[in-house]
């Protein structure tokens, strides 16, 4: 294990964070910031980066990012006062280095950045993402997959990951799992502060609120494990249509603790409720499924982003006029951006929560607008629900052209050009079961409180009653077909109505946000995009609600809302039980994965023992590519290579596909790599490509001259995928401009001489 780069990135993180305190502390009065210093110093050197990086990237988009920190450290530090409590410092310090511990022990046992069937999921993008950017002398960075072009894919993320690897000396194969570790640290600290800093003006345990916090966003699954410990211990007939109900297979009735997978908890709701017999399911994924997988992926680096961005809201929720405005179009405009650039699906939800939060907020809209410009109260009256409707949207357009105009090299050069997708109607509603099964924990959570928080409002509204009106709801919703009606809509009014009477905080704002995710995802469709429309909005549905429960239950244990002393003692019994409940039902997962993953190892430990090494399965797994593929990572620049275009996800170390193995380990473009780049660029752009790979493979001599020098390949790569394709048969070794430079293992590589091609 290389436990120097570890203390080391830990270290910088860290240092990072402190640099960028006086930052947080004059940003967001009335929070805990120290959580939050660590995202905006990131945030701070990612939107510089990027756009420094338009001329010059690495060094010089470092510096200038680190020097615009330590200048706003500076501008900052005498405008606020910055406590430098060791404790405190000590507490989110401790929560950082606890999570990052965590994932570098689950990465030091499984580190490998490959494709099917080493790895699941998007390793070999994400991996490929952040070596072309380490090779990137200027950005947009050229994509790995599509030579000659620009990445065609929200790769904000990965660039930080890669100014970090700069910052710290250290080679992308071990800078991938470090990110990971880093980003998770980041996420949890995040939600840590976020929990604490919403419950600031209640009478609860800012530390119990933090650590729930952490522990639902961090660590807490979904009911799937819990419903299959359910079905394993009830007796068959009820176990059968407790599974049948929740969604799931049939054979869960089966189901032992020895045969737990970690995969299956983040397969539940169905993408096309309609068709059971598709077997295919969205992922519903939680954050310690995701990097227990191990992806560095868009969807998981701008999770810590969106939750300081929900901190920003918060400080606009609390701050006076004039700082809520320098907040909500000062600095949210370029961190929606970042996050945007970072994960394009979580721009509309940050836009969205920034509506909500401007539309709620206590006092109405009018401090949108200076004090001389506003009308008097008399002119406002009967007209603050239209005034705050108008503000919101008036506000988020305001922020979404801001966010544009920050990261305005991202949309002109990656998003502009993508192939049209349109927008639907989709009538396939998801049943109760898998809801239930994804979201049923912070509903208990959330239920309760709302019901609780309704009674305060108005005594006839007592809580049992409550809960039993919301059951009635949904389960009359769930006999017409549209559950997610009455699972979303009794949220969405009843917070929207305890806002309006100031009953509850911030933590509603989330809930309502996170609700009306569920019910958009019913609503909408892309076409050809419905695993993604599930997939991505559900990654900030479980961020919401996970802080909006543990907010929630830190206040139900604290037994709000107080009477006498009587009832509090009861309520606050309740409450606790609620939360023990809670932290069982969801916990089991993490006992089962880790230990399951740490167990099983890989053939890369086993072989050569823990490390965060992302390609040191290379020579075990494919010992007669590796030191191809070694030589190829040293070449200077990006040069142009040749390699079969793959068929499929996947890198067969026999004579399957290659899965552009050469290109996403290296940097190195190749001509045409994985077929995602026809979802990015069209069928026809990336099929005329893939023809010409045949054709300079195995076309005629003329055409392989011709193909050779209009894509200025310089090296090509022959190897088991290539020898055994069922499109061509090798023959452009045959050429004079053509010369063996390298015969490793089962590879023979070779380099173009395009001055012979051209005569």
Known sequence: MELGLVVLWMAVFLLLGFAALPVAAWLLPETEYVGFAIPIALAVVGVVGHLVGQVAFGWPALLAGLAV??????????????DLDTDRLAEYGLVFVAAFSLIVVIRGVDPSAAPLPVAIGEKFLDFGLLNTLERSGSLPPESMW?????????????????????????????AYNLGLAGVYATLLVAAYALAASIVRPYDVSRWAAGALGAFFVGVASNLETAVRLAAWLLPDGIAESLVSWAGMDAGVTAWSPADFSYWDASRVIP????????????????????WLNGDLHAHMMSQPFMLLAAGLLLAVWRSPADHRRLLLFGFLPPLVGLIGFINLWSLPTALGLTALTVFFVPDGPGWLLPARLRPPASERRGRDEMERFVGAALSTAVVALGAIVWTLPFWTTVILGSPDQ???????????????????????AIGVYVARALHEQDERAHPGVVLAAGVFVVGTATVLGVAA????????????????????GFETVLVVAGAGLVLLVELVT??????????????????????????????????????????????????????????????????FALQNHVDAGTPTTDEVGATLDATAYLEVRFPGEAGAIRWLDTRDGQPTILTTAPAG?????????????????????????WSHEAQYRGDEPYNRRVEDVHAMYGGDAGTQRRLLGEYDVEYIYVGPAERNSPYFEVSVDTLDAVTPVRTVGRVTIYEVDQSALAG
């Open 485 to 504: 009606v009455g699972v979303a809509v009794p949220l969405i009014l009843s917070g929207w109505w305890l806002l309006r009477r100031e009953a509850v």
């Open 649 to 673: 996800y996947t890198w067969d170390s026999q004579e399957g596909d290659g899965a552009a193995a050469p290109a996403s380990l290296t940097g190195l473009p190749t001509v045409a790599g």
């Open 526 to 591: 892309i076409e050809g995009e419905r695993f993604n429309v599930i997939f991505k909005p559900y990654v900030h549905v479980w961020l919401f609600w996970a802080i909006g429960a543990a907010v929630a239950l830190s206040r139900l244990a604290a037994g709000w809302p107080t009477t006498d002393s009587v009832v509090t003692t009861r309520r606050r019994q309740a409450g606790t039980a609620l939360v023990v409940a809670l932290v069982l039902l969801t916990v089991p997962y993490a006992g």
């Open 422 to 444: 349109s927008v639907g109607y989709w009538d396939q509603w998801t049943p109760l079961g898998p809801l239930v099964v994804v979201l049923g924990g912070f509903l208990a």
């Open 69 to 82: 920190l330590l200048a706003l450290s500076v501008a900052t530090a005498g405008r606020t006062d910055v």
């Open 146 to 174: 599509f030579a000659d072009e620009p990445v065609k894919y929200y790769y904000g993320g990965h660039l930080v990951v890669s100014l970090l690897s700069t910052l710290t000396g250290t080679s992308t194969v071990y």
């Open 271 to 290: 993408v096309e409720p309609g068709n059971p017999d598709s077997g295919f399911a969205a992922a519903t994924e939680f954050p310690l499924f995701a």
